[in-house]
């Protein structure tokens, strides 16, 4: 073992095996658990973790201790079992991106992703990218803003929008998640062309090989932001949330929610329900409720496995 010449503090990117990637002042190093880590409660280091660095002499460094998170974004483990995996922590945003076209707006896809960080009590902004395609792109975004979101137009390919995004990014952590395809990495690497992150080609491959799972990895973004582009959050499902949380996950429902004639209303059938009536009018997007409609079955169903 080579002597240990200082303490740092650092920023873990990603992880490999028992390797992690760790920015700190301004470059990366790789660095292994320390032994006693290993077996301790800390043993799950995450990307996005802010960690405290041995340096030895050598160049090699190994990490003494996790800092307290400010959050954890969670989402449930691929295949069948009902478990809940840490995808990255210390996130400040989401950043839910899909496409105009190509492919196609999918409100159901995207208010997934919407619910998955308001769940998490993430801020969220939403990103329709390849608005090349579509002049009409803009129509997609009111529900987003009625629910409060900030909503960016953005063309990766164009480099349309993207200093707007990037004002939005800065001096944040950002995970960016949304469907296969929607020009998530494109937009990164317009963001920080250094990046170079893989685009299509790539995610054709890890479509076909859907077992793989594919582990969260941040980059330094600018002075002081980080993204977390996240291949494996495709499989997002709604891990453990409660049928009576559903609602919550739609921002906008609430004030109207305050008026429904019954307090357990699920805004389904129930007469007084003033969510539907708002919907029936065009005071909140037919979309949006249309989605929380498929979550609350999706909820509902697992939260009562034996009925299939
Ligand atoms: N026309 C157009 N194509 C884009 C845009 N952004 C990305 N693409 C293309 O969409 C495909 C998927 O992009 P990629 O970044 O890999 O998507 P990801 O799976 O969300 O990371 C690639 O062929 C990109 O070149 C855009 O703004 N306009
Ligand atoms: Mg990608
Ligand atoms: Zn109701």
């Known amino acids: 073992m080579s002597r240990l010449v200082a303490h740092s503090e650092g920023v873990v990117l990603s992880r490999a095996g028992g ?37 030895r002499a050598d160049g090699g460094a190994t990490i003494e201790a996790v800092h307290e998170r400010s959050s954890i974004l969670k989402r449930r483990s691929p295949g069948r079992s009902r478990g809940v995996r840490a995808v990255a922590a210390n996130v400040d945003q989401v950043v839910v991106v899909g496409s105009a076209r190509d492919p196609e707006w999918d409100p159901s896809l995207v208010d997934r992703f919407t619910a998955v960080a308001q769940a998490n009590d993430l801020p969220t902004v939403v990103v329709i990218n390849k608005v090349d395609l579509d002049p009409a792109a803009e129509r997609h975004a009111e529900p987003y803003r009625q629910a409060g979101y900030s909503v960016l137009l953005t063309s990766a ?33 317009a963001l920080e062309p250094g990046l170079r992150l893989r685009t ?10 859907r077992h793989t799972t594919v582990s969260a990895e941040m980059h330094p973004l600018g002075e002081d932001g980080f993204v977390v582009d996240t291949p494996g959050l495709r499989d997002v ?48 997007a037919a979309s949006r409720y249309e989605s929380y409609r498929l979550l609350l079955e999706e909820a509902e169903r697992a939260a009562r496995p034996w009925l299939g």
């Open 19 to 55: 390797i992690y990637r760790v920015h700190t002042a301004g470059q990366v190093v790789e660095a292994t658990l320390r032994g006693r880590m290993k077996h301790g409660t800390q043993k799950h280091v995450l990307v996005g973790d802010h960690v405290t660095l041995a340096m």
């Open 157 to 189: 390919t164009r480099e349309y929008g993207i200093e707007e995004l990037r004002r939005q990014l800065a001096g944040r952590v950002s995970l960016f998640s949304g469907p296969t395809g929607v020009g998530k990495s494109s937009l990164l690497n």
């Open 200 to 209: 299509a080609a790539v995610s054709r491959r890890t479509r076909a090989g």
């Open 237 to 284: 499902g709604l891990w453990g949330l409660e049928p009576r949380e559903v609602a919550a996950v739609f921002p906008e429902f609430g004030e109207y929610a305050a008026g429904c004639r019954f307090d357990d209303c699920r805004h389904l059938e129930e007469p007084g329900c003033a969510v539907a009536d708002a919907v029936g009018c065009g005071a909140l």
